[in-house]
């Protein structure tokens, strides 16, 4: 069992920045990717940004591209997501997630991870 804490959340005014924070623990695999997904109110869950276990690898969704950093640190078997310049429609549960490492395939897919945290709320006013 991988068991995966987000922390950080909270309420922003629009403009500003907030940063997430994920750690995995337990039975984690020996290389894996980690990711960020957002559920916005009354929206499906979408990607937000992965960092691959190659560690050079990040991937971004065009909505926050330019504006959130996604970085990881594998000793502390944790990723980090900065946000940057932050918007009412950034306003949204955030999710971590953890995979086995695949080579990069589908990392936007949310079916594509197995374990998950619980979710941290950011809400951004205006």
């Known amino acids: 069992q991988v068991q995966v804490v987000e922390s950080g959340g909270g309420l922003v005014p629009a403009g500003g920045s907030m940063r997430l924070s994920c750690t995995a623990s337990g039975r984690t695999f020996s290389r894996y990717d980690m990711a960020w997904f957002r559920q916005p109110p009354g929206k499906e869950r979408e990607f937000v940004a992965s960092a691959l276990w190659a560690g050079r690898s990040t991937y971004y969704s065009d909505s926050v591209e330019g504006r959130f950093t996604v970085s990881r640190d594998n000793a502390k078997n944790t990723v980090y997501l900065q946000m940057n310049s932050l918007k009412p429609e950034d306003t949204a549960v955030y999710y971590c997630?953890?995979?086995?490492?695949?080579?990069?395939?589908?990392?936007?897919?949310?079916?594509?991870?197995?374990?998950w945290g619980q979710g941290t709320q950011v809400t951004v006013s205006s």
């Open positions: 997630a953890v995979r086995a490492y695949n080579g990069g395939f589908n990392v936007r897919l949310p079916a594509e991870y197995r374990s």
